[in-house]
């Protein structure tokens, strides 16, 4: 590193900030739902965050989270 700051013709020294960015998923985003015996909902999607999603889903439904199952792929 210090020949690469002695070998500079410019050298600048900042503090810089950038906007906070979301990452993009690069595959395709989609999740089948349905209804198992036991009235459970069983999910199958493609997510990082498997646990927030059944929260997410349990609440738009009005449901406890137990009574909805998240399967990653």
């Known amino acids: 590193m210090d020949a690469g700051f002695a070998q500079a013709d410019l050298i600048l020294e900042h503090t810089f900030q ?15 739902a349905r209804l ?14 498997p646990y927030s999603d ?5 609440r738009c439904l009005g449901k406890p989270d137990d009574n909805v199952h998240v399967i990653g792929h």
Do not use: K, L, W
């Open 18 to 32: 950038t906007a906070i960015t979301d990452h993009a998923f690069i595959e395709p985003e989609c999740s089948i």
């Open 36 to 49: 198992n015996s036991n009235g459970r909902m069983e999910i199958y999607v493609g997510s990082q965050i």
């Open 54 to 58: 059944r929260n997410q889903v349990a």
